[in-house]
């Protein structure tokens, strides 16, 4: 499901109180090197332990995600909480659903 398709994503730390909006080709390896890179003051996903997925989108062009990228990054939080709770109501983090796809 998740081969060449291009994904738009959002995740947190542990304490949901900080998002990370990036994009990707491939979901899976993309929240591994989050996680590996947790910690890490040179990235600001892994300055904050941002690796947890709360919220993604799909794209068959690059061109579409990466647009799509910029309109999240300029987005207040409010209005990225709401997008991310009409989608996941209770922000459980979705790493293990990636995962098992």
């Known amino acids: 499901m998740f081969n060449n398709n291009y994904f738009v994503y959002i995740t947190t730390n542990h304490t949901r109180s900080t998002f990370y909006i990036g994009v990707t ?3 899976r390896t993309r929240l591994r090197q989050h996680f ?3 910690g890490n003051k040179a990235s600001f996903a892994g300055r904050y332990y941002c690796y ?9 062009s690059p061109t ?3 647009e799509r990228e910029k ?9 990225k909480e709401a997008l991310i709770k009409k989608w996941n109501p209770l922000l459980k983090f979705l790493n293990d659903i990636i995962e098992e796809e």
């Open 71 to 79: 309109q999240l990054k300029n987005w207040s939080r409010s209005k």
């Open 64 to 66: 579409h995600a990466i």
């Open 52 to 60: 947890n997925l709360l919220y993604y989108e799909r794209f068959d």
């Open 36 to 38: 590996e890179n947790s």
């Open 25 to 27: 080709n491939d979901l």
